[in-house]
C-alpha cells in the first residue's frame, strides 16, 4: 500500500519560513517523479514545485527564489523549503508522486497538510 504522509504545515508570519516534509512508505521515491501542489479555498490545485528522477526542478512562477524542492532517496522523504512566506501562499499543501504506468508506476497522492500565512 502506498502512502505520502506530509507534515511542517501551520501557522506562520508573512516573511516567515517553513519545511514541510512529504515520507513516501510502499514505494521506492527515488524512481517516482516527486512534486508538490497547492489548493486554495475557491481555486484550483496547482503545482508549486516538482522534481524528477534525475533531479530537474521545476517551480511555479510566483514561488520562485522563494521556494525550494529537495529530496533524500534514503529517507524515501521530499521536502519543500518555504521562505519569504505571502498570504497568498495560504493553501492546503499536497504532495505527490508519479511513474508512468507503462513503467508500473502510480499516480499518488498525500492527504494535504495546510499552510496559512497570516499575521
Known amino acids: 500500500q502506498v502512502q505520502l504522509v506530509e507534515s511542517g504545515g501551520g501557522l506562520v508570519q508573512p516573511g516567515g519560513s517553513l519545511r514541510l516534509s512529504c515520507a513516501a512508505s510502499?514505494?521506492?521515491?527515488?524512481?517516482?517523479?516527486m512534486g508538490w501542489y497547492r489548493q486554495a479555498p475557491g481555486k484550483q490545485r496547482e503545482l508549486v514545485a516538482d522534481?524528477?528522477?534525475?533531479?530537474?526542478?521545476n517551480y511555479a512562477n510566483s514561488v520562485k527564489g522563494r521556494f525550494t524542492i529537495s529530496r533524500d532517496n534514503a529517507q524515501n522523504t521530499v521536502y519543500l523549503q518555504m521562505n519569504s512566506l505571502k498570504p497568498e501562499d495560504t493553501a492546503v499543501y499536497y504532495c505527490?508522486?508519479?511513474?508512468?504506468?507503462?513503467?508500473?508506476?502510480?499516480?499518488?497522492w498525500g492527504q494535504g497538510t495546510q499552510v496559512t500565512v497570516s499575521s
Open positions: 505527490n508522486a508519479f511513474r508512468p504506468r507503462w513503467q508500473s508506476g502510480g499516480n499518488y
Open positions: 510502499g514505494i521506492s521515491s527515488s524512481i517516482y517523479d
Open positions: 522534481m524528477t528522477t534525475f533531479g530537474s526542478t
